[in-house]
Antibody, heavy 121, light 107 residues
């Protein structure tokens, strides 16, 4: 059974740092793009970052470029999001999601339950 | 970036009714569009890809159509368990982007 599970959320200070982790199981992790998607309280879904199976390509939401870094460890089946320079608008539930490619399209087919990040002093 | 616009923002219908949600892309995405269902307090669930193909295990009362810039998600006979927020997502180019969501409620 495919599973992804996030950890590492919590309270962060404005300008501070947090690191999110995602543990994957039930599939060959090294064969898939992986992503982080967030959802601010009462708001819709927003792509944050994704990373190619071998880590050679990464894409970021414009508002997190230079502050957030996505990385992966295929030996440990894990995905991470290092969040620096936190802002109040980063407050959200952060989901780890697997990306699949179907023909020329990329879709989020499996999602974790999410981890809440709150940025406040 | 490709902007995705959904309408309506909410819809209220009776059990058994047909419900249609539309999604419009700011530029053509061919058929590379997905739909997701999110129930309160839960993670999104992947429903449809390539505009019209149901993911495994999704009930046949759900269907999708469209290409280019205009797409629809239809629930042919609304069931109580379909109460959720539905999101479209363009799958054509990075950054992948979502519509703002449509809340489906029971009248």
């Amino acid at each position: 059974e495919v599973q992804v599970a996030e950890s590492g959320g919590g309270l962060g200070q404005p300008g501070g740092s947090l690191r999110l982790s995602c543990a994957a199981s039930g599939f060959t992790f090294s064969n898939y793009w992986m992503s982080w998607v967030r959802q601010a309280p009462g708001k819709g879904l927003e792509f944050v970052a994704n990373i190619k199976h071998d880590g050679s390509e990464k894409f970021y939401l414009d508002s997190v470029k230079g502050r957030f870094t996505i990385s992966r460890d295929n030996a440990k089946n894990s995905l991470s999001l290092q969040m620096n320079g936190l802002r109040a608008e980063d407050t959200a539930v952060y989901y780890c999601a697997r990306l699949i490619r179907v023909s020329f399209g990329y879709y989020f087919d499996y999602w974790g339950q999410g981890t809440l990040v709150t940025v406040s002093s | 970036d490709i902007q995705m616009t959904q309408s309506p923002s909410s819809v209220s219908a009776s059990v058994g009714d047909r419900v249609t949600i539309t999604c419009r892309a700011s530029q053509g995405v061919s058929s590379w569009l997905g739909w997701y269902q999110q129930k309160p307090g839960k993670a999104p669930k992947f429903l449809i890809y390539a505009a019209s193909t149901l993911q495994s295990g999704i009930p046949s009362r759900f269907s999708g159509s469209g290409s280019g810039t205009d797409f629809t998600l239809t629930i042919s006979s609304l069931q109580p368990e379909d109460i959720a927020i539905y999101y479209c997502q363009q799958a054509n180019s990075f950054p992948l982007t979502f519509g703002g969501g449509t809340t489906v409620e029971i009248k």
